[in-house]
């Protein structure tokens, strides 16, 4: 069965501080994301991945990189966080962009102080 | 500007009633529309999808209706269980494109 594992499944963090979330796949698949839910929002892209070693910008980049060293692993990296970074982080996979089936990791709880 | 747009925000309905959600699009070339289901503490996962050559997608007790020319589709949940209570996430996509999501719809099912 397709899987995506996050960690830390929550975390809080300092304002002004490092924040690292890390996502792995094990479902052979391309395309890896990192999508950010707001109540009211839904989910926003805010990087994405269809290549170990390159990462492109989503619709919210700003404030946030990412990382993909495997084709199994995606990070997203927040190098001062700040409060309005407090949201909850999905991970997730697809066999391609497009017209298919998006498995998304159980989430990341962050919390900024 | 929002792409995707889903109404209502929250719904409420009795174990037995049929839900109706409610998703409307910009993006006239949006061809493929999935629509996701998400429990607390979870992430989405895809529930039942369909592409813009057809105007209806039935799984057991879900239901798409789409309407092309209006850019609009809904999902109809029949004979709601208390267990059907979830987010529902309307989203479109077209091509190698990404999909974009909607806000949600809060679905409570009161028994």
């Known amino acids: 069965e397709a899987a995506v594992t996050q960690s830390p499944r929550s975390k809080v963090a300092v304002t002004g501080g490092k924040v690292t979330l890390s996502c792995h796949q094990t479902?052979?698949?391309?395309?890896m994301y990192w999508y950010r839910q707001d109540t009211g929002h839904g989910l926003r892209l805010i990087h994405y991945s269809y290549v170990a070693d390159s990462t492109e910008k989503g619709d919210i980049p700003d404030g946030y990189k990412a990382s993909r060293p495997s084709q199994e692993n995606f990070s997203l990296i927040l190098e001062l966080a700040s409060l309005s970074q407090t949201a909850v982080y999905f991970c997730?996979?697809?066999?391609?962009?497009?017209?298919?089936?998006?498995?998304f990791g159980k989430g990341t709880r962050l919390t900024v102080v | 500007q929002q792409q995707v747009r889903q109404s209502p925000q929250s719904l409420t309905v009795w174990e037995g009633e049929t839900a109706i959600l409610n998703c409307s699009y910009e993006d006239s070339t949006f061809n493929y529309f999935p629509w996701y289901q998400q429990f607390p503490g979870e992430g989405p996962a895809l529930l039942i999808s369909?592409?813009?050559?057809?105007d209806k997608k039935e799984d057991g007790r879900f239901t798409i209706f789409f309407n092309k020319r209006e850019k609009k589709l809904s999902l109809h949940i029949t004979d709601s269980q208390p267990g059907d209570s979830a987010t529902y996430f309307c989203a479109a996509g077209y091509g190698n494109e990404k999909i974009t999501f909607g806000a949600g719809t809060k679905l409570t099912i009161k028994p």
């Open positions: 369909i592409r813009s050559v057809s």
């Open positions: 997730a996979s697809s066999d391609w962009q497009g017209n298919t089936e998006v498995f």
């Open positions: 479902n052979n698949h391309d395309y």
